[in-house]
C-alpha cells in the first residue's frame, strides 16, 4: 500500500497505472510520429504531450475504477460495465484532448482514430486482466497477531482480491481462548515475537484481538517491532487502509481523539467551498436540460408539484429542508410515520424509478448546495426521525454530522443503497472514513466514481 494525496492506494494498482501509462506513451509517439518520415519532430513538443495524454488517460480511468478490484458477479457484469464506462468516457475527453494539446500530430483523423482505438484496446484488456487482481513485489509480509474472530476477519481480507498482503501466518498471545483460524497457519510459541518477525522477514504486524488488557499483548516485543522498521496497525487503522471505511465494531473513542485526521480547519472549509460553488454552477447549467425534462415527465404522469421539500439534519445537527424531484405519489405517507424507501417500493411512481434508477432526483440539491445548507460530496442527510433512532442504536453515528452532508458521498459509491438500520451501519463506516480523511482530492475522486455508479446503475433504487 502506497499513501497518495492521504488515500490508501495498492501497490499493484500503482504499478499497473505506471505500466499502462508507459505502454500508451509509447504508442501514442509511435503512431503520430511513424506518418512524419522526412519531417524535423519537435521533440520538445511532441514528447510532453503525448506524456500528458497518456498520464491523463490513465488516471482518468484510475479514478472511475477501472484499476479497483472488487467482487463480481456470476455473469461479471461488473467488470463489463466498468470497462465500457471508461472506454466510453475515454473516448469523449480524448477527443477533447486532441484539440487542446498544442501540436498538429493529432490533427490527423488518422492519427486520432488509431489512438482512441489503441486506448480502448488498452482499456478492455486491463480490465478484464484486473478480474482477478494482482500480487506486486512490494505487497508486505504480514504476521497477525490473534487467532480469533478478528484475526480470521483479517486474514480473509488480505486474501481478498485487490488489497495486497503476504500472510505470514498467526502470532497466539498469551491467554487467548481457542482459535478460530486454521491452525495449520498457527506459528510454533518457540521464542518471543521480535525472533518470528526477524526468522520470517516481517514488514508488517496487524494487532487483531478484542481484549489487550491483562498482559494479554507483548507491547514492549511490538515497541521492538516498531522500532525497527517493523509497521505495527490495530484493526482499525488496517480496516481504514484496506477497506476505505472505519469498522464499528473495532472502533474506540480514544481512536478517534488521539489518531490523525478529523480535522475540520478554516482552510479545508474555505476550499471545500470554493470548489463546491465553482462544480455547482457547472453541473447546474449542463443538467439544466435533464432538469427540464424530467418536470415535464412528472406533470404529464401525476401531476404537480414536481418539487418537494423534506427536514434532514445536516452539519451539527441543523435541521434544513432538501429539494428533490418528487418520485413518490402524493399519499406516500398518508399516515404520518416515516417510513424507509425499499428498492421495490410500490409508493414510487414510473418516473420516480427512472430518476431514482439514474440519481436524477438529486439535482435539485444543488439549490441547497449553493444556499451552503449542503456540499457536493459528504455524507448523506438523513431525516430527523431516522438520526434519532440511528443515534441511539449505533455508536459514533453523530459524528457524521461534523461536515456538510453531501448529494453524493464515500458511502453511496462505495456501499448499495441502504433501507435498514444495518444498512445505515455499514453506511456509517464509509462516512466515519470520509469525515476522517476528506480533502479535495477524496472529493473529485468520490465525483468521478459517481458518474461510473450513474452510469452502470449500480445500487440502483
Not at 297 to 314: A, C, F, K, S
Amino acid at each position: 500500500m502506497f499513501k497518495v494525496f492521504k488515500q490508501y492506494v495498492p501497490s499493484h494498482a500503482l504499478q499497473q497505472i505506471a505500466f499502462d501509462a508507459s505502454i500508451l506513451f509509447l504508442l501514442v509517439l509511435v503512431v503520430t510520429v511513424l506518418p512524419a518520415r522526412g519531417t524535423p519532430v519537435e521533440w520538445r513538443v511532441v514528447v510532453p504531450s503525448a506524456l500528458l495524454f497518456a498520464v491523463l488517460m490513465i488516471l482518468l480511468n484510475g479514478a472511475l475504477g477501472l484499476y479497483r478490484a472488487r467482487a463480481l458477479d456470476a455473469a461479471g457484469r461488473s467488470t463489463v460495465s466498468r470497462i465500457l464506462v471508461s472506454v466510453v468516457v475515454s473516448v469523449i475527453v480524448a477527443f477533447a484532448v486532441f484539440a487542446i494539446l498544442p501540436w498538429g500530430y493529432f490533427q490527423s483523423e488518422a492519427a486520432q482514430v488509431s489512438i482512441v482505438l489503441l486506448l480502448g484496446g488498452l482499456l478492455v484488456m486491463r480490465g478484464f486482466a484486473n478480474r482477478r487482481g494482482a500480487a506486486s513485489a512490494f505487497d508486505p509480509r504480514v504476521l497477525i497477531i490473534g487467532t480469533g474472530a478478528e484475526a480470521a476477519a483479517v486474514a480473509s481480507s488480505l486474501k481478498a482480491r485487490g488489497v495486497g498482503g503476504d500472510l505470514v501466518g498467526f502470532y497466539r498471545p498469551v491467554g487467548e481462548e481457542t482459535p478460530v483460524v486454521d491452525p495449520g497457519e498457527i506459528l510454533s510459541e518457540d521464542g518471543n515475537l521480535l525472533e518470528t518477525v526477524r526468522r520470517l522477514h516481517v514488514s508488517e504486524v496487524i494487532v487483531a484481538v478484542r481484549e489487550r488488557r491483562g498482559g494479554v499483548l507483548p507491547i514492549r516485543e511490538l515497541l521492538d517491532c516498531k522500532l525497527r522498521g517493523v509497521k505495527v496497525l490495530d484493526l482499525s487503522s488496517f480496516f481504514e487502509r484496506t477497506h476505505g471505511q472505519v469498522p464499528i465494531g473495532s472502533l474506540k473513542a480514544s481512536w478517534l481523539i488521539y489518531g490523525e485526521g478529523f480535522h475540520q480547519g478554516v482552510v479545508r472549509r474555505t476550499i471545500k467551498r470554493c470548489f463546491d460553488l465553482l462544480a455547482c454552477a457547472i453541473l447546474s447549467i449542463l443538467a439544466l436540460p435533464v432538469m427540464l425534462v424530467t418536470a415535464c415527465l412528472i406533470l404529464l404522469e401525476d401531476g404537480g408539484p414536481v418539487l418537494y421539500r423534506q427536514e434532514r439534519v445536516g452539519r451539527r445537527g441543523r435541521i434544513f429542508r432538501v429539494i428533490k424531484f418528487r418520485s413518490m405519489r402524493h399519499d406516500a405517507e398518508g399516515d404520518g410515520t416515516p417510513r424507509w424507501a425499499q428498492s421495490d417500493d410500490d409508493r414510487i411512481t414510473r418516473v420516480g424509478h427512472v430518476i431514482r434508477r439514474f440519481r436524477i432526483d438529486e439535482l435539485p440539491q444543488l439549490l441547497n448546495v449553493l444556499s451552503g445548507e449542503m456540499s457536493l460530496v459528504g455524507p448523506r442527510p438523513e431525516r430527523p426521525y431516522f438520526v434519532d433512532q440511528l443515534t441511539r442504536e449505533i455508536p459514533f453515528y453523530s459524528v457524521r454530522h461534523s461536515v456538510k452532508p453531501g448529494i453524493t458521498g464515500w458511502a453511496q459509491v462505495r456501499y448499495q443503497y441502504g433501507a435498514s438500520v444495518d444498512d445505515a451501519m455499514q453506511k456509517l463506516q464509509y462516512d466515519l472514513y470520509y469525515v476522517k480523511n476528506h480533502n479535495l482530492a477524496l472529493d473529485i475522486l468520490v465525483l468521478f466514481e459517481t458518474v461510473r455508479v450513474v452510469l452502470t446503475c449500480e445500487g440502483a433504487h
